[in-house]
């Protein structure tokens, strides 16, 4: 009988590793895109404008 | 019935067709996760209540197999989870992310097939525990085949919900995306060790892999998918900006970084390291910050609106979600202290507990959106505001005689089996109070599930002849 004991519980580690990696990527990047300056809160008033609409806001378009 | 606009009919009818016709979103995934898992809602109530009842009269249902406790439990849990409060947050989500987006769901297509096969595996679960057929697993009941299939469906559901935000018309991304992305991504690495990781550990290990998978079932599934709502409809059902998306953005990545490891709390004074179960207990006070984060922000948020809760539907359930997040948050720390748990751990103050995350916050988060987003979505006014508030008080006062009752015969069931001198049968008998108050807050909740059952059908199924753009 083959024992996947440990590689079980290495396969569990590792895939919380490649979390961790990815959100620590992503909290860096999150600076480097601008949600922790002066820009931040903009995001919140325009979540609340309508979009039912299309071309309903010119706000920051990519 | 809620007043109709003194609008001409005709007029509203060509309004109706005027702005459904303008929108650039179809709804179609939207209605079919929300409509599907709010009739899940009412039939796993009854199944709760068949419980509860069995807890006070358990001769009640005689001998059948498909009635035992052992097999409503699963079903219960797995039908309140995935087969109501995931299907309804899917739902909501496929409303929300378009529409913070500014473009189209990706594939409509897609969505309704995610919603069929969603649909299938709820079913599928329905018969094979019934049967009997359970992996033995808290939370990972489901046969292999179910989770197969429920991998499938959360790659489709990720897959429409990530292209929809890469092809985004707005820079910037509102926080809801930020959870949304996140529980996706989280559900993935949850949900694969607590289901298929899980099969090749025995012993301890499987026993801690398993409560990881429990625990963060509901801080990296639930808790993001739901805050995700929350940050979305509390402004919008308030009309007023959140108080602060860089607060919300720290409560994000707390949680990020935090939650995974308290899983372990679930096994203080077990079998597991000391090491472990301290890490455990670190990690589980520090959600404090995380919490705290977030609900300082949908409080100040609502400062000045707070007279909005006096009619508003949505509100009444968010704000009261918040509240019980907020003491579930509170407990969750406290338990996971070697001298608290000591006393309160495996007792029916975990079952008040759970159903506080569950029920109070994060099911109260969806019935919300739901109320928000159905007249909405069918272009109508909701069916009864009467009925809604009627539903609310249910759901509350159902809900908080529920909490507070197992709380108080947790603590004493605690403090009986920690005196050697009581034999455990009498501390099964003295509880019987506490399981009949149970089950009357039980109907009241139930009730409380009928009304909003009632309303949500009433409203789509009237929503041809009461067409109207809504607000």
């Known amino acids: ?62 | 019935m809620s007043a109709i606009s003194a609008a001409q009919p005709e007029q509203m009818s060509v309004a109706a067709k005027s702005a459904a016709a303008d929108s650039i979103h179809q709804d179609t995934t939207a209605k079919l996760f929300l409509l599907s898992s709010i009739t899940y809602f009412f039939i796993v109530g009854v199944i709760a209540l068949m419980i509860a009842a069995k807890f006070v009269w358990p001769g009640l249902m005689g001998n059948s197999p498909f009635l035992t406790y052992g097999r409503l439990r699963p079903l219960h849990v797995n039908g309140m989870l995935f087969g109501w409060l995931l299907a309804a947050d899917m739902g909501l989500t496929y409303y929300l992310v378009p529409r913070l987006c500014g473009v189209k769901l990706w594939s409509e297509k897609l969505g309704i097939a995610t919603a069929v096969l969603w649909n299938g595996i709820i079913l599928g679960a329905v018969v094979t525990l019934l049967a009997g057929m359970n992996q033995g697993f808290e939370y990972g009941e489901l046969i292999l085949p179910l989770d197969v299939a429920v991998v499938v469906a959360w790659v489709m559901f990720g897959t429409n919900i990530f292209m929809t935000i890469a092809t985004r018309k707005y820079e910037q991304m509102y926080v809801s995306l930020w959870y949304t992305m996140g529980c996706i991504l989280w559900t993935a690495f949850v949900y694969l060790t607590g289901n298929f990781a899980v099969l090749f550990t025995s012993g301890v290990n499987q026993a801690n892999l398993n409560w990881m998978y429990v625990h963060n079932a509901v801080g990296l599934i639930f808790t993001p998918i739901g805050l995700s709502l929350a940050y979305y409809f509390i402004p919008k059902s308030a009309n007023a900006p959140l108080h602060s998306h860089k607060l919300s953005m720290v409560g994000f990545w707390s949680l990020a970084f935090v939650y995974v490891w308290t899983g372990a709390h679930h096994m203080i004074h077990g079998p597991i390291s000391q090491w472990l179960q301290t890490i455990a207990i670190v990690f589980s006070v520090m959600l404090i910050i995380p919490v705290w984060a977030v609900v300082y922000n949908f409080f100040a948020t609502m400062k000045g609106q707070w007279h909005q809760m006096r009619d508003n539907i949505p509100l009444k359930f968010l704000m009261s979600g918040v509240v019980f997040y907020l003491l579930t948050c509170f407990q969750g720390p406290m338990h996971s202290l070697r001298s608290v748990n000591a006393i309160v751990s495996k007792t029916d103050w975990i079952p008040g507990h759970a159903h506080m995350a569950v029920l109070g916050a994060f099911s109260f988060f969806a019935i919300a959106g739901a109320y928000y987003i159905l007249p909405r979505l069918y272009r109508t006014k909701l069916y009864s505001d009467a009925l809604a508030n009627w539903s609310y008080w249910l759901f509350m006062i159902g809900g908080l005689g529920f909490f507070v009752t197992l709380w108080l015969g947790g603590l004493w069931q605690g403090w009986q089996w920690n005196n050697p001198a009581i034999p455990f049968i009498d501390t099964v008998v003295a509880l019987t109070p506490v399981w009949i108050v149970r089950f009357f807050s039980g109907i009241l909740m139930f009730g409380g599930i009928a009304a909003f059952l009632y309303n949500v059908m009433a409203t789509v199924i009237g929503a041809k002849d009461n067409p109207q753009a809504a607000a």
């Open chain 1, 1 to 62: 009988m083959t024992d996947y004991f440990y590689p079980s519980i290495y396969f569990g580690y590792f895939f919380f590793f490649l979390m961790f990696c990815g959100a620590v990527f992503f909290f860096l990047r999150s600076f480097r895109d601008g949600y922790w300056g002066a820009s931040g809160e903009d995001v919140k008033y325009h979540m609340l404008d309508d979009d039912e609409k299309p071309d309903s806001s010119q706000y920051h378009l990519r």
